[in-house]
């Protein structure tokens, strides 16, 4: 991610940024990637296969071998090594669904003038129809970015006094899952809505813990919780709402954690004065043009939402440069 804008030339690359995003983007939509898959075509090939415009498939694809995403040799294409490990679906490192779901919040990001205005997101009216959000699809995507940072999170829990998990907005179950392979006695229960569900359901049983973890359709602000959990996980949750609806559902979840219980909160949290760190910072505007009242928090606002709620603050860790997982304790 660029860093601070420090001169000129740093500014002209994060003006032009939307050059190369569009471009990579626009392959995902459009599938180039799996037409070259088979083996390198020229861009009439491509463009036959995809279709599209002659003119137009040749253009991305000079400018995806530009990127390095593609190779060009003697007039034919070829994925690269990164298209092949990444922008291809199916893959067990694809990011392809995070990609198309990027594609959305691009259209969302293009209206940021209009969101700052009114305070208001962007309306769905002002979004590609065929980008529109789909529960499924936000499901797959959230996987998508949930793989590397569920084991990263899983690891820094402490499970081994575990045994009952509750996972809020679990999405598409992978940071249950990943609890559960490093707990073998932990039972988990992921609350959220249906539709986001079917995706989880998929990947518990993929994983083997169908019978250790539960897939619970619910509201966490107003439907029953369950009580008795020894950990309770809030991931990438709370930017989503409001401070007034987290600091609720921060004392609901006490209320829900056995005596000694924990509740793990991972999300982009901020300094103080809401600049650092960048990505945080980023990921707010992202908040403002994709939410009524979503925002990103310093750890010293939940840190008073835990205490008002009666959990002692433990510790704060960072597990990548943009996140953070802050634990507190029921006494």
């Known amino acids: 991610m660029q860093g601070k804008l420090d001169s000129f030339e740093a500014l002209d690359q994060c003006a032009a940024g939307f050059r190369q995003a569009q471009i990579v983007l626009a392959a995902v939509r459009l599938g180039v990637f799996e ?5 390198a075509r020229t861009a009439d090939e491509v463009a036959a296969a995809l279709p599209a415009d002659p003119r137009g498939a040749r253009i991305l ?9 593609l190779h060009k040799e003697r007039g034919r294409y070829r994925n690269s090594a990164l298209a092949t490990d990444h922008l291809l679906p199916g893959g067990s490192r694809s990011r392809v669904h995070q990609l198309l779901h990027n594609a959305r919040l691009y259209e969302r990001w293009g209206r940021l003038f209009d969101a700052v205005r009114s305070g208001a997101p962007v309306d769905d009216e002002g979004i590609d129809a065929r980008l529109r959000f789909e529960p499924r699809a936000f499901a797959r995507a959230m996987a998508d970015v949930a793989r590397d940072s569920a084991a990263l999170t899983a690891a820094a829990l402490e499970l081994s006094e575990v045994r009952r998990l509750l996972d ?4 598409p179950g992978l940071y249950a899952i990943e609890c559960a392979r490093r707990a073998p006695e932990l039972q988990a229960v992921i609350l959220d809505g249906p539709e986001t569900l079917e995706v989880a359901q998929r990947n518990i049983a993929a994983a083997g813990f169908s019978d250790r973890i539960t897939a619970r359709a619910g509201d966490a602000f107003t439907g029953p919780l369950g009580s008795g959990y020894d950990l309770i996980l809030l991931s990438n949750f709370i930017h989503i709402y409001s401070a007034e609806q987290n600091r609720a559902l921060v004392e609901r979840c006490g209320a829900a954690l056995a005596p000694g219980g924990r509740l793990a909160i991972k999300d982009f949290l901020l300094e103080p004065d809401r600049t650092v760190p960048l990505g945080a910072a980023l990921f707010a505007v992202n908040m403002l043009v994709s939410t009524e009242q979503g925002d990103c928090y310093s750890a010293q606002e939940v840190r008073e939402w835990c205490a008002g709620a009666g959990l002692r603050f433990e510790r704060q860790t960072e597990l990548t440069p943009h996140s953070s997982l802050l634990i507190a304790r029921k006494a």
């Open 35 to 39: 037409v070259l898959e088979p083996g």
């Open 61 to 69: 694809l000079d400018a995806l071998a530009a990127l390095g995403l």
């Open 168 to 171: 809020v907005g679990g999405g």
